[in-house]
């Protein structure tokens, strides 16, 4: 079992920005595709960007790419997403997952065994 913790959403303003945090209990001896997807109010659940524990693989969705950095600490068992040039389209509660992996990282949020409770993040004008 793994457990997902967010931290460090906010409120902020236009083209402000903010990192968020995800400690992880994952099991070191296996590798994970971990993430983030966002869900705003009315709206579909979205995804954010992606990384393959292994070997650091990124993978970035349209509307964030040049904005958004997604990192990992193996070490401390976190993965971090740094948002700048944040929009109010950003808001949003954002979320954490995780799913042990081969090297393929799954774009879809249901292929993600493990979420987080979420974070929110509120962009304003």
């Known amino acids: 079992q793994v457990q997902l913790v967010e931290s460090g959403g906010g409120s902020v303003q236009t083209g402000g920005s903010l990192r968020l945090s995800c400690a992880a209990s994952?099991?070191?001896?296996?590798?994970?595709?971990m993430g983030w997807f966002r869900q705003a109010p009315g709206k579909e659940r979205e995804g954010v960007a992606t990384?393959?524990?292994?070997?650091?693989?990124?993978y970035y969705f349209d509307s964030v790419k040049g904005r958004f950095t997604i990192s990992q600490d193996n070490a401390k068992k976190k993965v971090y997403l740094v948002m700048n040039s944040l929009k109010p389209d950003d808001t949003a509660i954002y979320y954490c997952?995780?799913?042990?992996?081969?090297?393929?990282?799954?774009?879809?949020?249901?292929?993600?065994?493990?979420r987080g409770q979420g974070t929110q993040v509120t962009v304003s004008s």
């Open positions: 997952v995780a799913e042990p992996s081969g090297g393929y990282c799954s774009t879809r949020f249901v292929d993600f065994s493990y």
């Open positions: 994952w099991y070191t001896a296996i590798n994970y595709c």
């Open positions: 990384i393959y524990t292994g070997g650091g693989n990124t």
